[in-house]
């Protein structure tokens, strides 16, 4: 659920946002010392600054398609996820690439 909307944000914010959700499910982001923090995870602490503010947690299927999301689990890990349907190609995934997209259902490598 989010307080604010990603797009309400200002644009490092929305790519710090987007670069968490590559890798991980969630993103939290807080506003606290006149800065924005984004991170995977929230902790609880005794004190906060007068400035905290918590601005919203951001799911990556809110943000990216599930293409995107294939695409960015194999870029961030250099595997297939479980959820992937199309042809496994181990060989071509262990070699060298920079990119990657699906056609098809599969994932080509460039």
Not at 38 to 58: L, N, Q
Request: glycine share 4%; charged share 25%.
């Amino acid at each position: 659920m989010t307080n604010e909307t990603l797009a309400s944000l200002p644009a490092f914010v929305c790519a710090k946002v987007r670069d968490v959700l590559c890798a991980y499910d969630k993103a939290h982001v807080v506003f606290q010392n006149e800065q924005y923090e984004v991170s995977p995870s929230t902790c609880i602490t005794a004190t906060y600054p007068k400035d905290f503010r918590f601005v919203g947690t951001f799911k990556a299927s809110d943000v990216f398609s599930a293409d995107e999301m294939i695409i960015n689990y194999v870029t961030e890990f250099r595997d297939f996820p479980s959820n992937y349907k199309g042809t496994r190609d181990y060989r071509t995934l262990n070699g060298a690439w920079s990119s990657a997209k699906i056609e098809d259902g599969n994932i080509m490598f460039a």
